[in-house]
């Protein structure tokens, strides 16, 4: 089994987390019942979103913002949200293995 280029696996990796960015952005339109300050958090978390997938160039520098974000998000919503904090650790745990 061979194995791919550096730059190849990054290329799919950041694919990949542009595919959980946009199902993770897709559920957080659909959820309502939220209360007010957390419905807040994730309207930023959202906009972080959406910066992230509207870049036409990918620099490390403009994930920061989001990780950070993900993670205040999941330590808020886990117990009430299991199904969306699921989906926020797969997109963190891509940006980690992009070393983000």
């Known amino acids: 089994?061979?194995?791919?280029?550096?730059?190849?696996?990054?290329?799919?990796?950041?694919?990949?987390?542009?595919?959980?960015?946009?199902?993770?952005?897709?559920?957080?339109?659909?959820?309502?019942?939220?209360?007010?300050?957390?419905?807040?958090?994730?309207?930023r978390l959202q906009s972080d979103i959406a910066a992230v997938l509207n870049r036409t160039r990918d620099d490390e520098d403009h994930y920061g913002g989001l990780t950070d974000r993900l993670h205040e998000s999941v330590a808020r919503l886990e117990a009430t949200h299991p199904r969306i904090t699921l989906m926020m650790r797969q997109a963190i745990d891509s940006l980690a293995y992009l070393g983000i």
């Open 1 to 43: 089994m061979s194995k791919k280029p550096p730059t190849e696996k990054s290329a799919a990796a950041r694919d990949q987390l542009h595919i959980n960015l946009q199902e993770l952005d897709a559920q957080l339109r659909d959820l309502h019942s939220i209360n007010p300050s957390d419905r807040e958090l994730l309207s």
